[in-house]
């Protein structure tokens, strides 16, 4: 089979680069292969309780080399979003990866003056500040999730994420909450335009069909489905839109 060459990668981590605290076989070897041949990618992650930083910092330690502009989180994109509606004043549910890149913003502590309801995982969720999210939104501040994803894979096992706290709000509301993340296109959309190049020259990489190969779906570019992850391979095969490809892992995408 042969795979197009392209200019821009957008390569999802977890489940493609590496998994949960394990490598990847050929991740390294991929990454390096970009690198050594200069060629654009960008690792897209939903998770917005990390900064890029913190990104660089995982990957080390699968001896994944590579730099902060390489990593593109939801909150980057969140920040993207905010910026093109002009607002200034948020009221955020979220840990300090989120709080850190929204800091350019005012960053309230009620519900009052609230142009924007910011919702990231929060792993110290209150009833209090759901409280004040509600009342704000109520109050038509715009409700915005970081991302849809629905649970967190950790050592122990799976725990709620950020898409069970967008949906207490939702309801709570009967507002609709703009979600960021990936399978959405305002992430896609946003990590494109820091690149100079067309759609026919970009291509999402990753496991999870629903979020991953998704998200290249419905933003219109090629996308390959790596299986080390989520989707199977027979999965696959029921869906209704295929990706462009599917690979066994990232080795096939190095040219020899």
Known sequence: MNIKKYKLYLIDLDGTIYSGDKRINFAK?????????EIDYLFLTNNSTKEPQDVEK?????????TIQHVYTSSDATKFYLKNKDYKKLYIIGE???KSTLREFEQKTSEEDVEAVVVGLDRELTYEKLTIATRAVLNGAELIG???????????GFSPSN???IKYLEHATSRVATVIGKPNKIIMESAMSLFNYKKDDIVMVGDNYETDIMSGINSGIDTIHVQTGVTSVEELLKKDIQPTYTIENLSKLIES
């Open 96 to 98: 300090e990866g989120l």
């Open 146 to 156: 970081t991302n849809p994803d629905t649970l967190l894979p950790t050592a122990d």
């Open 163 to 165: 898409g069970g706290q």
């Open 29 to 37: 070897e991929f990454v390096d292969y970009l690198n050594k041949n």
């Open 58 to 66: 995982k990957l080390e330690e699968f001896r994944v080399v590579t």
